[in-house]
């Protein structure tokens, strides 16, 4: 599975933006797909994370009511709507994929297998 991250960019505070992750070859289905980011000078962290198959969806409680992660078509997207941003959403967004995670490890980096390059976010007014 390869992923590409993309629709990073420059927002404003209080803004919207969309990230999309793309896979090519094998489709999402049976996988997990989760959203990390880093800060400038900080390490990875947690942002969300879809179940493809259930479409359940979990959320770091920075981001709870403020991103949502979705399905996208065709089995080979999954976005990260992104609403209501400040300067602490300003980071490089990274999207990953495991089809093996157990969900006690949702969280946890180590638990993908896939990782797409990042996609910057700058949250500025």
């Known amino acids: 599975v390869q992923l590409q991250a993309s629709g990073g960019g420059m927002v404003q505070p209080g803004g919207s933006l969309r990230l999309s992750c793309a896979t090519s070859?094998?489709?999402?289905?049976?996988?997990?797909v989760g959203w990390f980011r880093q800060a400038p000078g900080k390490g990875r962290e947690f942002v969300a994370a879809?179940?493809?198959?259930?479409?359940?969806?979990y959320y770091a409680d920075s981001v709870k009511g403020r991103f949502t992660t979705s399905r996208g078509n065709a089995e080979k997207s999954v976005y990260l709507q992104m609403d209501s941003v400040n300067a602490e959403d300003t980071a490089v967004y990274y999207c990953?994929?495991?089809?093996?995670?157990?969900?006690?490890?949702?969280?946890?980096?180590?638990?993908?297998?896939?990782w797409g390059q990042g996609t910057l976010v700058t949250v500025s007014s």
């Open positions: 990953a994929a495991s089809r093996t995670i157990i969900v006690s490890s949702y969280r946890n980096e180590a638990g993908y297998t896939y």
């Open positions: 070859g094998r489709t999402f289905r049976d996988h997990v």
């Open positions: 879809l179940r493809w198959n259930s479409r359940h969806t």
